[in-house]
């Protein structure tokens, strides 16, 4: 019993100890201005992560597989457990461009309006993505400006 006590305590300050040194660098990474001519921070290899408060995916599919597919999961086909993430994949509610970009911006039944740490470009081109990928072949394409005009 003391054994497992004195893991547990083990384990608890590891992981205290790894959530301070995360946040200590992410505030330095912060504290350091923009980012490097090359746009990467340190521990930031791929870019994804420069601002804390928006998403610098370049296009769609970078914007799905980084931003939506931890839901909706990488095939598109959702998930259930915790809670349900419906499926994007063959899903006949994207026939509306209108109504994805304001799912993406607003949110709906518990997922979040991620789509206010996007621009209205990447807002369009996840939408696009989406609607033209996982068995979804709805063609017309989605605008920047459609995106701010719902926003």
């Known amino acids: 019993m003391k054994l497992t006590s004195t893991i547990l305590a083990l384990s608890m300050a590891l992981a205290a100890g790894s959530i301070a040194a995360s946040a200590g660098a992410q505030s330095a990474a912060e504290a350091s201005g923009p980012a490097s001519p090359t746009g990467v921070h340190g ?10 408060r928006s998403f610098s995916e370049p296009d769609g599919e970078k914007l799905y597989r980084r931003v939506c597919a931890g839901c909706h999961m990488p095939d598109a086909k959702g998930a259930q457990g915790a809670g349900m ?52 072949k709805y063609r017309d394409k989605v605008t920047a400006a459609q995106v701010s005009a719902v926003r």
């Open 43 to 52: 521990g930031d290899l791929d870019g994804a992560f420069i601002n804390a």
């Open 85 to 136: 993430y419906p499926a994007l994949a063959g899903n006949q509610n994207l026939a509306s461009g209108d109504y994805a970009v304001y799912v993406v911006l607003k949110g709906m039944h518990g997922m979040p309006g991620v789509g206010r740490m996007m621009t209205d470009a990447q807002v369009a081109e996840v939408v696009n993505y989406v609607r033209t990928h996982f068995g979804n």
